[in-house]
C-alpha cells in the first residue's frame, strides 16, 4: 500500500449532484488535510485535523463538508459545487499537525465540474 | 500579491544543461521546503532549510537558504528529463500565522 491514497482520481460530476472524495494514509500518521491545486496558483488549505479533530477551516465555502472519523481517513463531501471549483484535490498527511512537519501528499483528485 | 515568489513560471531546456530556480519572499522565514510534483502525481517533499545560509546537496539538486531567510533556490546540475515536474517552495513565517504557506511553483521540462 502506498502511503496516502486518494479515490477516486478522476471525478466529473455536474453542478447539482452530491459525491464524496476520499482519502486513507498507511504511515500512522495523525493529521491530515485537504489542499485545493488551481494551474498557476499556490496550493490552497482547507481544512486540517490533527488527532480527528478539525483545527483549521481556511474559509471553505459550506458546499464543501470534510468528514475524519479516524485518523486514517479523511472524506470531503461535495454539494452544488461551481465551475470555479473545478481543480486537483490533493489529500495530505504528517505526524501532527505542526507546520515544521514534513507533509506526504496523496496523488489527488481531478475534479470537473459541469 | 504571492507571499512566495517563484520564478521562473516555466522553464524547458536540452537535457544535460544545468538552472536555477527561485522562491522569494519579503517575509522571514523559519524553515522552508522543496517539493517536487510529477505529472499525474502529488507532491514530493525534496528537502527542509532552517538556517539562513544553509546549503543542502541532493545528488545534482542543491538548495540554498537565504541568510537573512527571505528567498531559497533550487539549482539542478545536468538535468535529466526524470528531472522534469513542478518545484514547489513552501514555507513557515510569524507573519503568516506559523502556517505552511506555498508558492505556485515552477514548472519545468526536461527534453532529451
Known amino acids: 500500500e502506498t502511503g496516502v491514497t486518494q479515490t477516486p482520481r478522476h471525478l466529473v460530476m455536474g453542478m447539482t449532484n452530491k459525491k464524496s472524495l476520499k482519502c486513507e494514509q498507511h504511515l500512522g500518521h495523525n493529521a491530515m488535510y485537504w489542499y485545493k491545486q488551481s494551474a498557476k496558483k499556490p496550493l490552497e488549505l482547507m481544512f486540517v485535523y490533527n488527532f480527528k479533530e478539525q483545527t483549521e477551516n481556511n474559509s471553505v465555502p459550506s458546499r464543501f463538508s470534510p468528514e475524519c472519523p479516524n485518523s486514517s481517513h479523511l472524506f470531503l463531501h461535495l454539494h452544488t459545487l461551481q465551475p470555479e471549483d473545478s481543480a486537483l484535490y490533493l489529500c495530505a498527511s504528517s505526524q501532527v499537525a505542526a507546520s515544521n512537519q514534513p507533509q506526504h501528499f496523496g496523488d489527488g483528485t481531478r475534479l470537473s465540474i459541469l | 500579491t504571492q507571499l512566495l515568489e517563484q520564478s521562473p513560471q516555466f522553464l524547458s531546456i536540452q537535457e544535460g544543461e544545468n538552472l536555477t530556480v527561485y522562491c522569494n519572499s519579503s517575509?522571514?522565514?523559519?524553515?522552508l521546503q522543496w517539493y517536487r510534483q510529477e505529472p499525474g502525481e502529488g507532491p514530493v517533499l525534496l528537502v527542509t532549510v532552517v538556517t539562513g545560509g544553509e546549503v543542502k546537496k541532493l545528488k545534482r539538486l542543491t538548495f540554498q537558504f537565504g541568510d537573512a531567510r527571505k528567498d531559497s533556490s533550487l539549482h539542478i546540475t545536468a538535468a535529466q528529463p526524470g528531472d522534469t515536474g513542478l518545484y514547489l517552495c513552501?514555507?513557515?513565517?510569524?507573519?503568516?500565522?506559523?502556517?505552511?504557506?506555498f508558492g505556485a511553483g515552477t514548472i519545468l521540462r526536461v527534453k532529451s
Open positions: 517575509s522571514v522565514f523559519s524553515s
Open positions: 513552501a514555507g513557515v513565517a510569524v507573519e503568516y500565522g506559523n502556517k505552511l504557506v
